[in-house]
């Protein structure tokens, strides 16, 4: 259980605001509301609105699964709908992936939910997995643990401490926007596998675009990658669903996934 469920709103609130490194006079000038109110719903010497509970947590950006949880902790009904991918109501957005995903081969593509475990992929991906011991495919898979576990693709990534302090580094970022105790403990993990020797931290020009170059059956593949998201979800499953696109970084990567493609018989 999250040990702040059961904590007022105002500390709730509070822990937000100092996470996002802002003082109570920026999140009032940003909510337009008084330093003297906010502090007073802070410390609980006042009850926030309905209204005022989803302004702040829309100027301190968080996310929907926690406003249902200060508006919950201020006394009032949760807003935002919890489905699964199958449910009859999100058959458009179900359909959407499924063709983002085809329409992306033969490139490959993926789709994780907040916790990185795998929910969707096209078929460009599964010949790039062959080597992965069998146990980090039985469900649910984890994609971050897939890549850097000593038994995953680990082994076979070319520049395994530059794509390794990417991945780390995205989780970090995720780790403190979220505040999800899941993704802390996911952190630790993969801190905790065999590091490359002489690895480095990323710096910025290094980390805007990041290769991932793989050892394959087929030769040596590079690949660089973009994530998409849904652009206004009122629904937690698809505000925390994101789409993992891979695309060939250089020409001989291109060709080798049209041939796989073409051998399949999975040419788009």
């Known amino acids: 259980m ?12 509070r822990e937000w605001r100092q996470r ?11 909510a337009e509301v008084s330093t003297r109110h906010l502090s007073y719903v802070e410390t609980g010497r006042a009850l ?3 209204e005022m509970v989803l302004r702040l947590a829309d100027r301190l950006e968080v996310p929907l699964r926690e406003r249902n949880r200060l ?24 359909e959407a992936i499924d063709l983002l995903l085809k329409g992306h081969e033969p490139y490959p593509a993926l789709a994780v939910d907040r916790h990185w475990n ?3 992929h096209n078929r460009a991906l599964a010949p790039l997995l062959q080597s992965v011991s069998p146990k980090l495919l039985e469900p649910p898979v984890n994609v971050l643990r897939l ?17 390794r302090a990417h991945l780390l580094d995205r989780l970090r970022l995720q780790v ?42 087929f030769g040596i593949m590079s690949f660089i990658s973009t994530t998409t998201v849904f652009g206004t979800p009122v629904d937690i499953t ?31």
């Not at 902790?73 to 009859?88: H, N």
């Not at 890549?147 to 794509?163: E, K, M, S, T």
């Not at 899941?182 to 990041?210: F, K, R």
């Open 176 to 217: 403190i926007a979220s505040a999800d105790p899941v993704l802390g403990a996911l952190a630790d993990e993969l801190h905790a596998y065999p590091a490359p020797a002489g690895e480095t931290p990323l710096d910025l020009e290094s980390s805007i675009v990041v290769p991932m170059t793989l050892a394959t059956t």
């Open 71 to 94: 508006l919950t902790a201020a006394g009032y009904a949760p807003m935002f709908v919890e489905r699964k991918l199958d449910d009859p109501a999100l058959t458009s957005a179900r």
């Open 2 to 13: 999250n040990p702040s469920a059961s904590l007022p709103v105002g500390v709730l609130l």
């Open 147 to 163: 890549g850097l576990h000593p038994d995953g693709l680990a082994p076979r990534i070319v520049n395994l401490g530059q794509w």
């Open 238 to 268: 698809l505000a925390e669903l994101a789409l993992e696109t891979f695309f060939p970084a250089d020409a001989k990567t291109r060709e080798i996934l049209r041939s796989m493609a073409l051998a399949s018989g999975n040419a788009s």
């Open 48 to 50: 926030p609105s309905r």
């Open 20 to 30: 996002r490194h802002l003082s109570q006079l920026d999140l009032a000038g940003d």
């Open 118 to 120: 795998l929910v969707s």
